[in-house]
RNA sequence: GGGGCGGUAGCUCAAUUGGUUAGAGUACUGGACUGUCGAUCCAGUGGUUGCGGGUUCGAGUCCCGUCCGCCUCGCCA
């Protein structure tokens, strides 16, 4: 044994002990016949102290010591004299006097210590990962996240539900985000594709009467990447038999009670507030809203068509909308530059062609470079409609319906943030339901799903799902934290006929589903029960239950943005042999 | 694929709107010091300003290209 104790371990309880420690050396306070050396491992610090009565060799190798050296040390815990007790450190109490110490292994003056006050720019910390997950912060967030999944663990398990393995190495799926693909030796020109999620072995295994299935399940999406998307994620992956989307969300509920009060101490009141996916868009302009404020989206278009404000009313005519926003109190904040950069913003960032403006005056009424265009009157009933008081900012896009949910929803955020509209330790979990079946694909001109292809619609939609596609809605929920899609789930198609008339509309035919699919029609023709379950996001999970911005900080080994690994240096090339083996061959494109 | 921000000493940053020999803190090296805990004090080393080209009497600063990191739109069933 290398160590008696970790150095977060030892309390006045141990004094008068003989311990041996091992860790890093943080910092060295040499004072020429004494030298403090702090040890540190992930269970925190303790005092070394170097000094007399013991021989001066001994101090002559401690003054040696330098950052991350890795040291064991032995001696006596001792109580520290009055008035050296570090309140600020838990073993604080006590010091260990070493007797001998051995330098395991030298630390040669790293690029950066985890102990720095000012942290390294990120490409360094991720080149030199090992240094970065020394640091207490993501020694704490790597832990978090241990416990987050040992929580959601015990609680499935005491429901009932089963821990199974699904493929790593499973088939392309038409349909979706982009696959990364794993080429077949033995099969010349086949690949692999590495799963997007679970999804159609765990409504396989529901066939199969693993009624509660669980699993902790690596995905892989080949797409660009954000502060809150990896190229590979981890989700909670689970799915249960002879449910509805009722229980489905019930038992999520439980689980984020537990969780929020395990690990963040906070009591959640069940069940979690709900809102369907058409009321989202309408009072937020977004399917995960942040509700931890108000701020919603208030629809002018009845009163924009009033006007004589040509944008207004030319926007009405050719049948789009008119909405907008009252930022409360935020007029005397905002110069006109600083509303021209959000101008900027909705029109570069989400293609709006505008921002119209009205700064609410001290005797209530409307002002703004346009205001001239509408009647006092109409200002009025804006007003009122916005619930105008003294020196609020009216902020309105007119635009298309989904342009006018786009610019107003990254106003809303962003509003959000500059105004300090919610305190950022406070947590917010809802649902979000009943999302369309369908989205219009444009570019292709087709159906597409909105969340994937083996979503159950409504029961009252089911006979017009053919004809109206469009207006059926799903069987679909998502649960939203802060405003961050935590996680999606929905009650899946279990009878054949319904599972064809969806990949018809898709634009499936009968012959390619049969070849990419056919096993769950084949699935679903022989006792396929009910059946429905939820992915949740666990790296979002944490980043969210840790206060944290970047899903990066959540994860030991992240990739950059452009997908690689600055310490490995993945993706990286390989030798021909293995292309040959393969049957792979690199074009290389000019341009 | 588009837009934006950034890259200067090992690290974190500064450098007067193009002007002398590119600075500071920290780290590092040497020295002093028996109670510090971000120890202190003294001295010192340390630079291809990401890379390539251009403009200019003169470029860290301006222009073009390129590489890398981050944010974001598109994309992400």
């Not at 004299?81 to 110490?101: D, H, M, Y």
């Not at 693993?210 to 689970?238: G, I, K, S």
């Not at 068509?305 to 789009?320: C, K, M």
């Not at 084949?522 to 899903?551: E, K, N, T, W, Y």
Request: some cysteine; hydrophobic content about 40%; proline content about 5%.
């Amino acid at each position: 044994m290398y160590r008696s104790h970790t150095c977060g371990q030892l309390r006045a309880e141990h004094i008068g002990g003989e311990v041996t420690l091992c860790g890093w050396v943080d910092t060295v306070r040499d004072h020429g016949g004494a030298v403090f050396v702090d040890l540190r491992d992930r269970y925190g610090k303790t005092q070394v102290v170097f000094g007399p009565p013991q021989g001066s060799e001994l101090i002559n190798q401690a003054k040696r010591l330098k950052s991350e050296d890795v040291v064991q040390a032995v001696g006596k815990v001792t109580a520290r004299p009055e008035g050296t007790v570090n309140s600020s450190l838990a073993t604080g109490q006590i010091e260990l006097r070493a007797s001998q110490f051995q330098l395991l292994n030298a630390g040669n003056n790293p690029p950066f210590t985890p102990g720095q006050d000012d942290l390294p720019s990120e490409d360094l910390r991720l080149k030199y990962r090992f240094l970065d997950l020394r640091r207490s912060e993501m020694q704490r967030t790597l832990m978090l996240r241990s416990q987050i999944i040992k929580g959601m663990r015990d609680y499935f398990e005491e429901h009932q539900f089963i821990d199974v393995e699904t493929p790593i190495l499973g088939r392309s799926t038409p349909e979706g985000a982009r696959d990364y693909l794993v080429p077949s030796r033995v099969h010349a020109g086949k690949f692999y594709a590495l799963p997007q999620s679970p999804q159609l072995y765990k409504q396989i295994l529901m066939v199969a009467g693993y009624d509660r299935y669980v699993q902790v399940a690596r995905c892989f999406r080949d797409e660009d990447l954000r502060a809150d998307r990896q190229p590979e994620f981890t989700q909670l992956d689970m799915e249960m038999s002879f449910v509805d989307a009722e229980d489905v969300i019930g038992m999520i509920d439980g689980l984020v009670k537990r969780l929020a009060k395990s690990i963040l101490g906070l009591d959640v009141a069940l069940p979690l507030p709900r809102m369907t996916y058409d009321e989202a868009m309408e009072r937020f302009g977004h399917d995960a809203p942040d509700l931890r404020f108000g701020m919603e989206l208030i629809d002018c278009t009845d009163l924009a068509a009033e006007s004589e404000f040509r944008i207004f009313r030319g926007t009405v005519e050719s049948g789009g909308k008119v909405r907008g926003m009252n930022a409360a109190g935020a007029a005397p904040k905002y110069s006109r530059k600083d509303i021209d950069t959000l101008t900027e913003f909705v029109k570069h960032d989400f293609g709006a062609k505008g921002l119209a403006w009205f700064r609410v005056e001290p005797d209530g009424k409307l002002w703004s470079p346009i205001a001239k265009q509408f009647p006092d009157e109409l200002l009025a009933k804006f007003a009122q409609r916005m619930h105008a008081a003294p020196g609020d900012l009216l902020l309105f896009v007119a635009d298309s319906w989904p342009v006018t949910c786009k610019a107003l929803y990254g106003l809303r955020k962003r509003l959000g943030a500059e105004l300090k509209l919610y305190d950022p330790k406070t947590m917010h979990f809802s649902w979000v339901v009943e999302f369309p079946m369908f989205e219009r694909d444009p570019e292709e001109d087709r159906w597409v799903a909105m969340h994937h292809p083996f979503t159950a619609p409504r029961k009252q939609d089911l006979a017009s799902l053919m004809s109206d596609p469009g207006n059926c809605r799903a069987q679909a929920y998502d649960l939203v934290i802060n405003g961050s899609e935590a996680g999606g789930g929905t009650i899946r198609i279990h009878d054949r006929q319904s599972q064809q008339d969806v990949f018809q509309l898709l634009g499936i035919d009968e012959n390619s589903a049969k070849e990419r699919f056919g096993f769950l029609l084949d699935a679903l023709q022989f006792g396929a029960p009910p059946h429905g379950g939820i992915a949740l996001g666990i790296d979002r999970f944490v980043m969210l239950f840790a206060g944290l911005d970047s899903i990066r900080d959540c994860i030991a080994f992240p990739k950059t943005q452009r997908a690689t690994d600055l310490m490995t240096e993945a993706p990286g090339e390989v030798e021909s042999k293995q292309l040959k083996e393969l049957n792979i061959q690199i074009v290389r494109t000019q341009t």
